[in-house]
């Protein structure tokens, strides 16, 4: 068992909303993944997107921005659902999803948003 990682798009929204953690792998504009240190010497002048944990990005949310996402599983459809609390702010989502990360990902692309 393991984390599992932000995908491209998420890295390049999370990282325009003010997100860094440089101890992952990262893409390049082009969305290929590359270590940071290959990355760095063969393309010096182009930008990088961190490759991020789904939990720390979750965590980043919640500890720098007060907002926070929830899962929780529905037993009638045996699907999940993301919920987002941002102080008096609360809105689930309306979409199921067949897999815990995948709703994650939603959960915390739509959080992504709020942020200026």
């Known amino acids: 068992m393991k ?3 932000i995908t491209f798009e998420l ?3 999370a990282k325009n909303k ?3 953690q440089q101890s992952y792998p ?3 504009d082009d969305g290929k993944l590359h270590t940071v240190s290959y990355f760095r010497i063969t393309y010096p002048d182009k930008k990088s997107y961190f ?4 939990s720390l990005l ?7 921005h007060h907002i926070h996402i929830g899962i929780w599983y529905n037993t009638l459809t045996s699907k999940y659902r993301w919920e987002r609390q941002l102080s008096e702010d609360y809105i689930d989502s309306n979409e199921e ?7 994650l990902s939603e959960g915390l692309t739509e959080a992504l948003k709020l942020l200026l």
């Open 26 to 28: 990262c893409f390049a």
């Open 51 to 54: 490759q991020s944990t789904q």
């Open 58 to 64: 979750q965590r980043w949310l919640r500890e720098v």
């Open 97 to 103: 999803f067949d897999i815990y990360e995948l709703a």
């Open 11 to 13: 890295a390049v929204l």
């Open 18 to 20: 003010g997100f860094t």
């Open 3 to 5: 984390d599992e990682l």
